[in-house]
Structures are given as structure tokens and as C-alpha cells.
């Protein structure tokens, strides 16, 4: 039976950031799962509500709670229009973290959050391993877009699914640790998913560094950012992906550490920083360091490398590409200029706006895996918004966003390609 008096303990250091919510219902209006399912609990303002009654022992089920928290797709839409500036995002992840911390993890997620992803060198085995004997469960779905789906009936049988590379990138891509022309030195930060799933992001991050003349230190055995053990809770793996990737990178003279997830960007800016109480003052005069420095590889690319803006071709041969905003680039760090202008850096493309650039795709990390017919549910307004478009390719700057985004796409058979901003940069490219 749970001790209500010090659960609620625990939550009311939270008390002081859920006072500011005015109740006002603007978080409603953009708030993609609330459209989906009109549950006020869905919406942060109800999710808020029931932390205020768990502080004043008014509510009885601490898992309720849990439960409610978990149904979010940590996208920022409501933080991003709060009238009060309330930090909503702030105050969830907080809150995961008391109640798993309060109530403990399941053994499945104890198991890959400390047992698997907190050890780099065991992750990338499995991986790799994984990507040996796929094609036994899988076949493909849709060759342009390169999805997959299930041979038989299993848990991802429904959905159109990027499988592992046959490579990943840390086998592709040698360790760096050069000094280029133009005087700037950058780390680059991989993430997990375009290592395992989209290497050759991560070739034409490298291409694109070079092309610029930039040094760069690319490690091998880099780690997850965390945000997988962070968002259910488990600030134990977190805390020890934070510091093993602290170890690799905090030694290094560097002036930026760049990366091409949005998601590990505004966790390593954000987050890190944001649950580095626990650690001692040397660490979290790292993290500081680290978070200062780390910036999404459009911006670096316009802002600090000084790519270009061209004239697109005007020729039959243009492609039509469009834009989809990732949630933590946009809503999280502001960034939605730079990626337009890296696109329309590659002459041979012509960008046309969606409608709702800016809009989740519905992605939102495990929330996909808990909640698929929800996240499909918002995934097809964005893929309508693209194919209105007539593009033949639509572009974005964070890996998850892709693996959504391709799913749809391929079940409904549409062919327009899912690719990153930074491949096609890269593309335009003379080596």
C-alpha cells in the first residue's frame, strides 16, 4: 500500500512551477493527443491537475497518475503556447521520475534501460546481432521508402517499419579526431537511432564538416543521450549514459559538440541540465559546458559554417521537397529557419510549405510503441498535409520524426521520399 504523505512529499517540489498554471484551456487547442481522444486528462493542464491532488493526497492511485503522465508525447505544444509559461515538459519529466523512482520500474524496462542501453559496447552487439538474423521476421514493405513490415503476427505487425542497418555508422565511419582549415573543432554527437537505423545521416554529417574544413572528433562507443531511460522515469540509466558520454566528450577541447537528432539536442541542452542535481559540482560544470556547446547541425551549418541560400533550379528537373518541423527543434530550441535554408542550399530542389509544418507527427519515442493507434491517428494528418504538397520528398531533422513519418507514408503506398536535411545538403556537395 502506498504512503500517500510521502509520495506527496516528493511531488510537492513541484509545487512552486504547478501554481503557475492558470487553468486557461490554451494547451487544449494544440495538445495532439487531447484532438485525438478529448480526455481532459490527456491535456496538460488536466495531467497538472491530478499532480495538485496527488500533492494534497486527494488522489488515491499514484499509478493513476503515472498512467496519465505516460499518455504524452513529450512534444512541447503546450509549453511552447502557455500564455503563463508554465514548464510544462519540465515539470512531466520531474514527475515521471519521482512516481518510478517512488513506485519502480517493470522488470522489461529495468532490464533494457540499466541491463542494455546504459551499456554502450553490449547495446551496439545486440544491434548488431539483431541485424544479422532480421530478415527471418522480416520482409520488405515499400523499397522506395526502404520500410519493412512482419513475416508473421508479432508485436510491429501492424506498422511499415525502417529495419537496422546492415552496417551501422560506428562500423562505417572511423574514429576522428582531426583539425580542419577554418579554426573550428566540433564533437559529433551521433544518437542512437541514426547509428543503428539511418548511417548515412551520419556519413553526411562527416561529409558536410569536412566539406565546411571543420575539425572534428568523432569517438567511437558513444552512448545513448537518455532521453529513452529519462522519459519512463529511470534516472539511474540516465544518469550513467550522462556520464559515460560526459567521459568521452568533456576531455576534448571543443567549440561545439553538433549532432543531427533533434531530440538529442534539446536533451543534452535541456535535460541534461535539468536533472543534474545529483551530480557532484565537477559533473554539472560539465554538462553546463557540454549543454552551452551543443547545437543542431543546421544551425551550426548556417550559422557558424556559413552554408548558402541558392536559387533553385527552374528547370523540369526541380524536385518539389517539403519541411516537417521536429517538435524538439522548433518548440523545444527555436530552430526552424536553418534547416529550410540547408535545403535550399541544394539547387536541384524547389521547398514548398506543408500546412502544419509545425505540428507533432506523432511519433513521440515509446509513446509510439504504448500507444501505436493514437500516434498513427495523428502520423496520418501529417502524412495528408505532406501529400497535398505533391513532393516528392519530404525532409526533416530528427531521425524518430523519419521512422514515423516513413510508416505512414508506406501503408498508404504514397511515393515521396523521407530523407534529412543534412542529406540533402550533402548531396549538393562537391567532394
Known sequence: MYDLKELAKLVRQLENQLITCMRCGMCQAVCPVFAETGRESDVARGKLALLDALIKELFKQPDGVSDRLNHCLLCGSCGANCPSGVKVLDIFIKARAILAGYMGLSPAKRLIFRGVLSHP???????????????????????????????????????????????????????????????VKVGFFTGCVIDKIFPNIGLSVVRSLKHHEIGIFLPQNQ???????????????FSRLVRHNLEIFSAQKLDYLVTSCATCTSTIKKLWTLMASDFSESEQSQIRTIADKTVDISQFLVDVAGAKQVSASQGNEAQTISYHDPCHLKKSLGISEQPRKLISANPAYRLKEMAEADRCCGCGGSFNLQHYEISSSIGKRKRDNIVATDCTTVATGCPACMLQISDMLSQEGDRIEVKHVIEIYADSLED
Do not use: Y
Not at 522480416?138 to 508485436?155: E, M, V, W
Not at 552512448?223 to 540509466?237: E, F, K, Q, R, V
Open 121 to 183: 559496447r553490449s547495446f551496439d552487439r545486440l544491434m548488431e546481432w539483431g541485424a544479422s538474423f532480421q530478415g527471418a521476421f522480416i520482409k520488405p514493405a515499400d523499397r522506395l521508402l526502404g520500410t519493412s513490415c512482419g513475416r508473421f503476427s508479432f508485436p510491429l505487425a501492424n506498422r511499415h517499419f525502417k529495419a537496422l542497418a546492415s552496417v551501422p555508422f560506428h562500423n562505417l565511419a572511423d574514429a576522428l579526431d582531426t583539425t580542419g582549415k577554418s579554426g
Open 223 to 237: 552512448g545513448c543521450c537518455g532521453i529513452p531511460a529519462l522519459s519512463s522515469g529511470d534516472t539511474t540509466a
